[in-house]
Every structure is written in C-alpha cells, then in structure tokens.
C-alpha cells in the first residue's frame, strides 16, 4: 500500500477507494480483449479507457465489488456500422469472477471456439450468437460442467458435436442453430435432463431423430428443423406432452405418419412438419390442440379428411402443397380473430373468392391461395386488408380488371400469374419487390418497374419495356 495513504482522513480514503473501484487484473484483461478486436466502427468499446473504472465500461458489469462478473457486448441488426472485428482473446481467462459472456450480433468476430473460457469456474451463462466463429468444437467442451445456458447460434462451426456434452448436465438452454455441424445428435444429450430449450436447427445433423425424449421433462422449446434426419416421427416425444410449446422438425427426411399422440400436447403453440416425406392423415386428436397459434404441415404427403380444429384463433398456418381437398377455406380459419397468414397453396379449394368472409382482416400479412380452383375476385379482400405485405393467387380462375385492385403502402409481392384477370397493369405496382402477372389477358402499356419481362409474358396486349414498346 501505498505509505502516504495513512495520512489521508477516512473520507478522503473512501473516495480514493471508489476511484480505483476497478480491479487491475480485470481491467487488463479487458484492455486485452478489446486490442484483439480489429474494427469497431460505431463505437461498442469507445468508453473502455484506462484511467477510467472498469467496472463503469459499455458490457460490463461489478456486482461482486471491484471484480468483472459479466461481459456483455450486443451488435445491432439493423445497423449496418454496430458490428466488431477480430478475435475473442485469451485474456478472458483472467477475469476468475466472470458469471456471464454475452456476444451477441456482433456479427464479424472470428476465431475459433474460446477455450479461455475452460479456466473460468464461475462461468454459468455463454452466449456468442450471430458472429463467424468457426472450426470444430472442442472435444472437451464437457470441461465446462457448471454452465447453465451455452449458446453458439449463427456462427460456422463445423465437424460433429463433441460426446462429452453429455457432462453439461446443468445446461438449461443448448443453442447450436444456424452453424455447419454433421454428424447424428450424439445420444449424451439425453443426460442434460434439466433442458428446457434445446435448439439444433438449421445445420447439416444426419441420423434418425433421436427417440431419447423421455429424459426432459422440462423442455419447452424443441428446433431440430432445416436438418436432413430421417426416420420416423419418435415415440418417445410424447413423453414431452405436458409441456412442450415448439415442437419444429420442419426440413428434414422424416417419414411415416403424424403419431395419434401428438394431440395430446396440449401447451403446443408451433408446430412444424413442413417439407419432410410424411403420409397419411392428420389425427383426428389434432382436435385437441386447442392452444396452436401455428401450424406448419406444407409440403408434406398427407390426405384427407383434415380435422375441425377446436381453437380460439390461428396466427399462422400452412397445409400447402399436400394432397389435401379441403374444398372451402375452413371455418376455423376464417373465425380467426388474430390470424397473419394463411397458405393453402394446392390445397383442392373450389370456391368463390367474394364468397370468402373472414370474421378479421387486421392482422393480415400473407395469404397464398396459389394452385386451387377459386375464381371471381380479390378486390373486396384486399380491400379490407390494410396491411398485406404478400398475395399470392397463381393458377386460379380469377376474374378481374387489374387496376380495380387497392395496392396498399405494404405490399411487396403479388402473384396473380395464370388466371383470368383483364384491364391494364396499374402504377400503384412500380413499388412492389416481386410482381408476376404473366398468362393473364392484360392490355396495355406498362408501367415503369424492375419486373423481369418474365413477370408479363402470356398476355393479350401488354407492352412497353421490359416487353417491347407500345406501336
Ligand atoms: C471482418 O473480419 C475480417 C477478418 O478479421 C476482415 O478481413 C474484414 O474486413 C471484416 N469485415 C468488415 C466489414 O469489417
Ligand atoms: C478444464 O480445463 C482447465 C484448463 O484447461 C483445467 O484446469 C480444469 O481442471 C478442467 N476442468 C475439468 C472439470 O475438466
Ligand atoms: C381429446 O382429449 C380428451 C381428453 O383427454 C379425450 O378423451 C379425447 O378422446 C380427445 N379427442 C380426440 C379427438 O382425440
Ligand atoms: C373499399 O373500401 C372502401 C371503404 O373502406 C369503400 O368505400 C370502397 O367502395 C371499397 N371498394 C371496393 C372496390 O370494394
Ligand atoms: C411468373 O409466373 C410464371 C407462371 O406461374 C412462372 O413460370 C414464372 O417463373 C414466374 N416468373 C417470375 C419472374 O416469378
């Protein structure tokens, strides 16, 4: 200690020790983390200064005194500048009282998995989501038994997961989305029975699903989808019934029938079987699903009858592309008060579009009725829909004049291709992304857009560019 501190009086003391508030370890330790980072243009680390209480820098937090317990640096999505560059130091190995790293959307960090992070006893809580991370993880990721949350969603790590996850056993959320993993879901994740959130979607996972669900009886939230595992549909998640919420195991190989049992699940709110090889019919114990806000069978193989669904209000569904003949558009469907989006593509619907009441148009986002039988109008429906941001109609028999069509603020695609529909192309389009009106009996010169000449191609008299220009 400096010797001439005995001189100061206690007040004096007090505030010399508030000013050095910052442990010097800590603080060099977080110096060095922020020298590894190469970029940093808006600034995420410009109050990190020494001579300044580290303890008071942007992401990160002192609640033992003096000592750093997380770190937590969060990038913006939508602006384009709140991003970092560079690596994650080794440095972090020198913060002992560190509960929590928080990494989040930074989106240009690279390097490979920090096993700094197997020195730090403390650590509960990893989250570096949305960097570039890359490499394999480490074969003893296991090293790191206390944590409770480990989350690597959106980076590029590739190779198989390590069989010594199953040591994690306090893990409560397991987050490994959106990187470039191979390899079968290895069988000791079934040891981390205190899992409520496991997520393993979007990555390149082989396999049979694994039929080891019975060991969580917490689990909440369930993401295997855009994988490419195969067989059945496990017996064993029925086991999670009681309380699952997100069940999503859309995009995979999976065959087989919808079991009976999933009516059973009576907390579901999404669930997604989209785009896998799955047959038969949908049980009629879906009855019992009275709490799904979303429903996701589309691309499937699965035949009639589809079941009266008993639920207050559906925000999202879509049966598209099965081998459906629903005829009408169902009731439950149409009594919605909350729904956002509704695609019955190729769903066998023969009907009168003005016929088509739906009880609330409000929250109407997306609507694709492409490839059914339906004919008269969309004028009086999107009329009503103030916020439609998509429509898509393609392979009907609508029967309208172009330029009767309110085209609201919102709306980014339209898609009436190969119908009936006459008049002339209107201006309100020119601000649409994706436009396709080819194979209709449209006249006229066209408005100036970025459409493809595609987009109008199989008309009666459309021209001007990007068709050839008006005689
Ligand atoms: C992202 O990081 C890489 C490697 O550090 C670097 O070469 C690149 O310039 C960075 N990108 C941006 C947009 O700064
Ligand atoms: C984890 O790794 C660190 C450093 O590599 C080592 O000191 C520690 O003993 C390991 N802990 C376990 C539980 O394996
Ligand atoms: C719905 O659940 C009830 C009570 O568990 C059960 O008796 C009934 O058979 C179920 N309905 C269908 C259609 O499976
Ligand atoms: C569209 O709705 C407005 C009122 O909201 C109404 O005045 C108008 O007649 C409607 N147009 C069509 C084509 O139904
Ligand atoms: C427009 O629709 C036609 C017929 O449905 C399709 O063949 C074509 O690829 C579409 N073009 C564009 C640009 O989407």
Redesign the pocket.
Known sequence: MNPSLFFLPFPLLFIFNLASACNLADQNALLAFKSAITADPSGILTSWKSGVDCCTWAGVTCSIPNRVTSLSLYGQLDRPNAFLSGTISASLSNLPYLDGIYLVNLRNISGPFP?SL??LPKLLFVYIENNKLSGQLPA?I????QLEALSLEGNRFTGPIPSSIS?LTRLTQLKLGSNLLTGSIPIGIQQLKSLTFLSLERNRFTGPVPDFWGSFPELRILRLSHNKLTGKIPRSISALAPKLNYLELGHNSITGNIPEFLGNFRALDTLDLSSNFISGVVPKSFRNLTKIFNLDLSRNSLVDPFPELLVKGIESLDLSYNKFHLGKIPKWVTSSPIIYSLKLAKCGIKMKLDDWKPSETYFYDYIDLSENEIWSSPVNLLNRTDYLVGFWGAGNKLNFKLQDLRIVKRLKYLDLSRNLVSGKVPGGVVGLEKLNVSYNHLCGRLPATKVPAASFLGNDCLCGAPLPSCK
């Not at 296991?142 to 038994?145: A, D, L, P, V």
């Open positions: 096993t197997f020195k003893a296991g090293n790191m038994s040591k």
